[in-house]
């Protein structure tokens, strides 16, 4: 099938703004006036306060639709984002919403749980803390075992009641999804063109990799300009070999023309995450983590990989990031995703991997309702928050 061809439901907006940052080029000491520094804002998809899984609901809704499906069911963190925007499009078009959560039922209700609640979605937490108890090659498949029969008693009873369920995997990591982002690229080529734009590289989160697989597909198949760059956006993140073997995928279904070789794909990991640089990384540089141009080696674990310690752990040097585009331009970035991007995005800068004279998207993939989950916001009170911190927070009292 062409991907001219595929249809969509309108359920988040595309043609997002691309801009010009010329207040974060000023305070990394760039001229502000022809910085080169862009954003391409996919946190405005408009979607339950919007993010990139807009783009890829817009393809799968429009297959739930077209196949009676009455249900929507998606998994995730118990934070995730992907699971608020997959509940909300199945909100708008009249699915009932489904969250399969990875984890314990926090006790406090925050973030995208909140968010999740006020849509009427059903939640499942499925929580497989005991089998860290097994020999740690055994947890992972044991994990996703319980997963896979608790996700499969779930759509049983729906079925029972008369309901057909879609299933999305993770991330709405699924052809159909990615083709979101590969027809992101020809927009964001039009948008280049019309305002003049010049830009070499496009960097993006690399999560379950639908957003960065979709994008790279859609730079190679419409020849865009720029070359797409993936952060990580965890240390412990999916091996490039099955992200080109989910490109091939793309490629064949949507006879896109071509193959990828996992040696073509780009990721940045930064200083200290050699151990995880997995074989295909065209430009690991080293770990020589004083030459860290942005966290001097300072993250808490000693290790300042741009994807900070654990996937949504709460750390320092994301959200030094975080502050830096509010302080800026006011735009938020979340420490889960977008922080540790931001945090990559500025330090190939300052390593020269990328240079802001050839132009440098950063592409905004949403996420700010993380900003507000109790673990984040217990982790900034002491900055923000305490007396002598940097807050500005000034008290009179008569
Ligand atoms: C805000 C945000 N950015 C980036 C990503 C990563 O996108 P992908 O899973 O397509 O790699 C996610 C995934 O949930 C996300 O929520």
Not at 104 to 114: R, V
Not at 328 to 335: C, G, K, L, R, S
Request: aromatic share 10%.
């Amino acid at each position: 099938m062409k991907i001219e061809s595929l249809k969509s439901v309108p359920a988040g907006y595309t043609d997002t703004p691309l801009e010009p940052m010329p207040r974060l080029a000023a305070a990394l000491g760039l001229d502000a006036a022809h910085c080169g520094l862009y954003i391409k804002r996919d946190d405005m998809t408009g979607l339950a306060l919007g993010g990139n899984k807009a783009r890829k609901l817009n393809y799968i809704i429009q297959y739930a639709l077209e196949n009676g499906y009455t249900a929507l069911m998606t998994f995730g963190g118990v934070q995730t984002n992907h699971g608020r925007l997959t509940a909300a499009a199945a909100v708008r078009y009249g699915l009932k919403p489904i969250l399969v959560l990875k984890g314990q039922k926090p006790d406090y209700l925050s973030g995208n749980l909140l968010l999740d609640r006020l849509m009427g979605t059903d939640l499942y937490f499925v929580d497989t803390s005991a089998a860290d108890r097994l020999p740690a090659a055994e947890q992972a498949a044991a994990k996703q075992q319980y997963l896979d029969k608790c996700a499969a008693q779930i759509i049983a009873d729906y079925e029972a009641r008369g309901d057909k369920v879609l299933s999305v995997p993770v991330g709405g990591q699924t052809v159909i999804g990615s083709a979101g982002y590969v027809q992101a690229v020809p927009e964001i080529m039009a948008q280049m063109k019309a305002q003049g734009i010049r830009a070499k590289y496009l960097v993006v989160g690399y999560g379950s990799t639908g957003t960065f697989a979709g994008l790279w597909a859609g730079a190679k198949y419409y020849h865009a300009p720029f070359e797409v760059i993936g952060i990580p956006i965890e240390p412990d993140f999916r091996p490039i070999e099955e992200t080109a073997a989910f490109i091939n995928e793309l490629s064949s279904y949507f006879e896109l023309g071509f193959t990828c070789g996992k040696e073509e794909l780009h990721l940045e990991f930064g200083f200290g995450a050699a151990g995880s640089s997995p074989s295909g990384s065209a430009s690991f540089a080293g770990s020589d983590s004083a030459g860290c141009g942005s966290c001097g080696g300072s993250a808490p674990s000693g290790s300042c990989g741009y994807g900070g310690i654990g996937y949504n752990e709460p750390d320092a040097v994301t959200e030094s990031y975080i502050e830096l585009l509010a302080r800026t331009e006011a735009i938020f970035v979340d420490p889960c995703y977008t922080g540790k991007v931001l945090h990559g995005y500025i330090d190939l800068l300052k390593r020269g991997i990328i240079r802001a004279e050839d132009g440098a998207i950063f592409m905004h993939t949403g996420g700010a309702p993380g900003l507000w989950t109790k673990e984040h916001l217990d982790h900034m009170q002491d900055g923000y928050w305490s007396d002598e911190g940097k807050d500005r927070a000034h008290v009179f009292r008569l």
